[in-house]
């Protein structure tokens, strides 16, 4: 199937190479805004996990007495409704503007003006070049072969590998769930992009269990327990082992597509199937929880949804240094 695509994939590379070639060497094609502007964004199409970066992010900058907003594209909204990153971030920081806008230029004024933010943090922005940044952070997941994968549509790739060049931090996610000679062989890999590049890994771990009535409930909840997990992740992989190192007795992995909408049909199937085998808890993401917990039947197997939390496995100080100094020497 993928030989069939390889033209395509040509194609795509020539219209992101005459792209690239116009912001590079255009300067009146990006615009610059009158706030700092942070990206985070990656290289390839499925799961990262930006989301928890640009919450941590945007902690940081509240921790440091900044007013970030968040700019996202709403990516995959349905019609009338709203995305599920958006959702994530109102759950996770109800105190920080989400504006939501495809026109990334017009975003960051509304953040400014309408909001009276003083810096924005832009969502899935690495490819998204009009509205110039002042510190374009790029995320790598430790379980990718991206030196190896191809182009679009054939592969997984938005851009070339050299596009890394753009970025002033690449960050390996993931990496405590992956042996640690493969994390140091992609970061010595990833440093060839350029001397002042900044090569930090993070990793992700459980942090507690929230029920459908909010309450916050040890890990411990998930000893023992016959569990059905349903998500609907770029890359499922994490979800999974995640619960895996928690004790609870697997009896079955759901996954759906990414961004997946669910519908009653969906939810009466998983229903059904956590009563067939038994389960004593069905659990879910953060990404999922917004667009399940809404149509999770009374009476049925307690939904519960696993919140993670990103952990900083190198010192955090140069990141904080980076992310400072884009923050106060905008210009």
């Known amino acids: 199937m993928r030989s069939l695509l390889w033209p395509f994939a040509f194609l795509y590379r020539g219209v992101i190479g005459a792209r690239n070639l116009y912001y590079d060497h255009f300067p009146g094609a990006t615009h610059h805004a009158d706030l700092p502007v942070i990206s985070v964004g990656n290289l390839t199409v499925g799961g990262t996990g930006k989301t928890p970066l640009v919450i941590d992010i945007a902690r940081k900058l509240r921790h440091w007495g900044r007013r970030p907003a968040i700019l996202t594209r709403g990516y995959k909204a349905p019609a009338g409704g709203t995305a599920d990153e958006v959702l994530e971030f109102h759950d996770a920081l109800p105190d920080v503007p989400v504006i939501v806008s495809p026109d990334r230029v017009a975003g960051a004024a509304h953040a400014q003006h309408q909001h009276n933010a003083d810096c924005v943090v832009l969502d899935d922005g690495f490819q998204h070049r009009r509205l110039a940044r002042d510190l374009d952070i790029v995320l790598i997941s430790a379980f990718e072969k991206w030196s190896r994968d191809l182009l679009l549509p054939a592969g997984r790739l938005r851009e070339p590998p050299r596009s890394l060049r753009r970025a002033g931090v690449l960050v390996i996610t993931r990496a405590n769930q992956v042996p640690t000679e493969q994390v140091?062989?992609?970061?010595?890999?990833?440093?060839?992009?350029?001397?002042?590049?900044?090569?930090?890994?993070?990793?992700?771990?459980?942090?507690?269990?929230?029920?459908?009535?909010?309450?916050?409930?040890?890990?411990?909840?998930?000893?023992?327990?016959?569990?059905?997990?349903?998500?609907?992740?770029?890359?499922?992989?994490?979800?999974?082992?995640?619960?895996?190192?928690?004790?609870c007795a697997d009896v079955g992995l759901r996954v759906f597509a990414d961004h997946h909408r669910y519908n009653?049909?969906?939810?009466?199937?998983?229903?059904?199937?956590?009563?067939?085998?038994?389960?004593?808890?069905v659990v879910t993401t953060r990404k999922d929880w917004v667009k399940l917990a809404p149509l999770w039947p009374a009476g049925g197997p307690e939904l519960v949804r696993l919140d993670v939390r990103l952990t900083w496995l190198d010192a955090t100080d140069p990141f904080d240094a980076r992310l400072r100094q884009a923050v106060e020497m905008h210009r």
């Open 184 to 247: 140091d062989t992609l970061a010595t890999d990833l440093q060839r992009y350029g001397p002042n590049m900044l090569v930090v890994r993070t990793g992700v771990e459980p942090a507690d269990l929230v029920t459908q009535n909010g309450q916050r409930t040890p890990l411990a909840h998930l000893a023992g327990r016959r569990v059905l997990a349903v998500c609907g992740l770029g890359d499922p992989r994490t979800f999974a082992a995640l619960l895996s190192g928690l004790g």
């Open 264 to 281: 009653p049909a969906d939810v009466a199937a998983l229903d059904h199937a956590a009563r067939r085998e038994h389960a004593d808890l």
